[in-house]
């Protein structure tokens, strides 16, 4: 029943959006009892100086402090593209009912489009095809714009013949349409993303109200021009709540991380490397190009199937890829190890070596507490680079405690591999602190600063109250040892920094 | 010192001296590791009886009554505090014991009594 091609029945008996809704469906998208106290509240904070964040997420907006840790979703951000893809394996894979009936869902309405092609209709499959090729509301793959483009006529068509060409799809359709990806050129992993993100679109348009509800995050009366209806197997318009990027006004979808993979379980590359070159490939053979291979495949898609059944009985190794991956301990030993043997100064680029090991180092240590938002950021007038920046989610009491005093949005780290800290480091530091970093800013540097530099550091909090924290190798080595013992969390030897900061200011 | 006093006494140098040879094992592994909040609040919490049964006389330092848990000591922070601690305390027994028939007596409310206890360490006024 499964594999059977488009049946209408089928699909409305097992996965209707509204299966996932508990309450009426109009009432659970258009929830207005909590819009109206959420949004009264919310207004005027949209107004704070958002702009200024660097790599700015849809909470950042709002003010709404999130760790990517703790929520079920990833986290937009507002002028770019989450670097993640839906993988439809994931949900194929999952325990879950839900996401199994939702991958069931994807693809019946995918085979649906062969049952089109079949009766004459390839015009409305190749219309369905290309317009659920672009999924601008959930923003994932690697566009700096947040806009991507649908799939030309021509590739469409490519897709659509499959249906005809190959007697196996012809008669029971895929499972996994991903397999796509290794018999048609220039169907890539974002499409495969993004035809699965709008083919449960309407689910997803569930699981944002319900995220937004729980997390307060406001939602806005929007028109959704693309989204698919299970029904009817027809785009359609639908008017509905969801939050909205405050930049493009344009309606925004959040997506379970648990469904989200740097590169699809299925494909090319791996495909060629794990199976056609052990079982297919002769030795001294030439190795055939991109088209003849896509050739070869669609003449011979018993092979393709054999593939997708070894990745399916593999399907324990297929996990989800988090947004940041933390190193592991005994990388986080080896960096610290390298950092501490590194001379100060530039001697044999040292000071580049010193700012790629602090940074992958920091951003792992400060993790989940802290999520990492850019390294080597330029500021405005492109003259300064400012060395790793950090949202502060407010996830502790001494980031709370920062946020509240020092108005600190994002954290600001300076990575110095010099053998004195400066007077005029600490000046170059205190010239970013303002927008977004508030007050509060951060050296990182080999050795403990001097007298005289721990003097006007002070003087600086006494004159204009920024604070500025110095860390040296001993507090590295005390946060990677913490990070490898898990006694304490990394972060607390900032805040322990932060004490002694404020133990030596003036009462 | 009372008989009430003696019996706590007895307590908080077994304590101590457990948290003692516990977290010494932890220093000389790794000496720089930072000591969790839970034992912390423990150690913490057998510090401040000490300071109570040790007073201003015999506490080891003045400017300290316990570790501040936003100063995340090391293990070798803890250990040398408390190696201190077990010194004055050693130090107070020594000061409250009179030798009796055959073995060292408490003195309890300034009268040699009949609670045993162990040979002097080292420190005798």
Excluded at chain 1, 463 to 478: F, G, N, P, S, Y
Aim: net charge neutral; glycine share 4%.
């Amino acid at each position: 029943m499964y594999k059977t091609l488009g049946f209408k029945w089928l699909i409305q008996a097992f996965c209707p959006a509204s299966t996932f809704v508990l309450a009426d469906r109009y009432e659970a998208r258009n929830p207005q009892r909590f819009i109206h106290a959420t949004v009264a509240k919310h207004t005027n904070k949209q107004q704070h100086n958002y702009m200024s964040i660097i790599r700015p997420r849809f909470n950042d907006f709002y003010n709404i402090p999130l760790t990517q840790e703790e929520v079920d979703f990833a986290i937009p951000f507002l002028d770019e593209d989450i670097p993640l893809y839906l993988d439809p394996f994931l949900l194929w894979k999952s325990p879950s009912m839900q996401d199994n009936s939702l991958h069931l869902s994807i693809t019946n309405s995918f085979n649906y489009l062969g049952f089109l092609a079949k009766k004459g209709n390839e015009k409305e499959a190749i219309e369905i095809l290309i317009r659920a090729s672009e999924c601008n509301e959930v923003g994932f793959g690697n566009s700096k714009t947040k806009v991507g483009k649908r799939i030309g006529n021509n590739l469409a068509k490519s897709v659509t013949d499959l249906f005809s060409s190959i007697p196996q799809i012809s008669k029971s359709g895929f499972i996994h349409f991903e397999e796509i990806q290794l018999l048609v050129d220039n169907f890539s992993k974002d499409r495969v993303s993004d035809i699965a993100c709008n083919f449960i679109q309407s689910f997803l348009v569930d699981y944002t109200i319900e995220q937004c509800e729980k997390y307060n995050i406001p939602i806005e009366k929007t028109v959704l021009e693309n989204l698919y209806d299970q029904k009817s197997f027809k785009f359609t318009t639908e008017e509905t709540f969801l939050p909205i990027n405050p930049l493009t006004k344009t309606p925004i979808l959040l997506v379970p991380k648990r469904w989200l993979r740097f590169i699809p379980w299925i494909n090319v590359d791996d495909y060629f490397k794990s199976f056609y070159l052990k079982n297919i490939q002769d030795k001294g053979e030439a190795f055939p190009n991109r088209i003849k291979l896509l050739s070869f495949n669609r003449a011979n898609y018993d092979l393709i199937k054999t593939y997708t059944e070894i990745k399916e009985m593999q399907f324990e190794n297929c996990k989800n890829d988090p947004l940041f991956n933390q190193i592991p301990v005994i990388s986080a030993k080896r960096k610290i190890s390298t950092i501490s043997r590194l001379p100060t100064g530039k001697t044999d680029n040292a000071d580049l070596k010193y700012e790629d090991n602090t940074c992958q180092l920091m951003a792992s240590l400060v993790y989940p507490h802290l999520d990492f938002a850019k390294e080597q950021s330029r500021t405005e007038s492109g003259m300064q680079i400012r060395d790793l920046i950090f949202y502060n989610n407010r996830s502790t009491d001494f980031l709370q405690e920062i946020y509240d005093t020092y108005n600190c949005k994002q954290i600001v780290m300076e990575l110095k591999n010099v053998k004195e800290v400066k007077q005029e480091h600490i000046l170059q530091l205190n010239r970013y602190l303002k927008d977004q970093f508030g007050s509060f800013g951060i050296i990182v540097t080999r050795k403990p600063p001097p007298k005289k530099v721990i003097r006007n550091i002070i003087d600086l909090w006494s004159a204009q109250r920024k604070c500025i924290l110095v860390l040296d190798d001993t507090d590295l080595k005390m946060m990677t040892q913490v990070f490898e013992s898990k006694q304490r969390y990394p972060i607390e030897v900032i805040k322990k920094k932060y004490i002694e900061f404020t133990r030596a200011c003036p009462s | 010192m009372t008989e009430e006093e003696v019996n706590q006494f007895e307590k908080t140098q077994s304590q101590l001296n457990g948290l003692h040879i516990e977290i010494g094992l932890l220093s000389k592994k790794n000496p720089n590791d930072a000591v969790n909040k839970f034992k912390l609040k423990f150690i913490n919490k057998t510090i401040e009886e000490s300071n109570e049964l040790l007073g201003e006389e015999y506490k080891p330092y003045q400017e300290f009554e316990k570790f501040e848990e936003e100063d995340m000591p090391t293990t070798s922070d803890v250990t040398m505090m408390l190696e201190q601690y077990l010194n004055c305390l050693e130090k107070l027994r020594s000061d409250n014991l009179e030798y009796g028939t055959g073995s060292y007596y408490w003195v309890i409310d300034g009268e040699i009594s009949d609670i045993k206890t162990a040979n002097p360490f080292k420190f005798k006024r």
